[in-house]
């Protein structure tokens, strides 16, 4: 019923942008809150940035400065615009919605970093 939706990965040079998407099932807003989380090959999986109903913020030490997260109210999406990336930020990203009926995870998209 409730439903994640990634997109926006792929194959960039270090130094270069990009800007993923998160489509949700209901209204976006709806959320507690909204976050990216990361994983790379033989890594566990961490909190890139999330986002509170209210507003509020909150980012991974690695991406301060060069990630922001937000919500796009026209197209329903949680946005996370990724800038000045490095091959260190390759890994596959996934959103993660929380709302008192549970806990929400999209399949997830590949973000490659080439040096």
């Known amino acids: 019923q409730v439903q994640l939706v990634e997109s926006g990965g792929g194959s960039v040079q270090a130094g270069g942008s990009l800007r993923l998407s998160c489509a949700a099932s209901?209204?976006?807003?709806?959320?507690?809150?909204v976050g990216w989380y990361r994983q790379a090959p033989g890594k566990q999986r961490e909190l890139v940035a999330d986002?509170?109903?209210?507003?509020?913020?909150n980012y991974a030490d690695s991406v301060k400065g060069r990630f922001t997260i937000s919500r796009d109210s026209a197209k329903n999406t949680a946005v996370l615009q990724m800038s000045s990336l490095k091959p260190e930020d390759t890994a596959v990203y996934y959103c993660?919605?929380?709302?008192?009926?549970?806990?929400?995870w999209g399949k997830g998209t590949l973000v490659t970093v080439s040096s």
């Open positions: 993660n919605g929380r709302k008192l009926s549970g806990t929400y």
């Open positions: 209901g209204s976006i807003f709806s959320f507690n809150a």
């Open positions: 986002i509170t109903r209210g507003g509020s913020t």
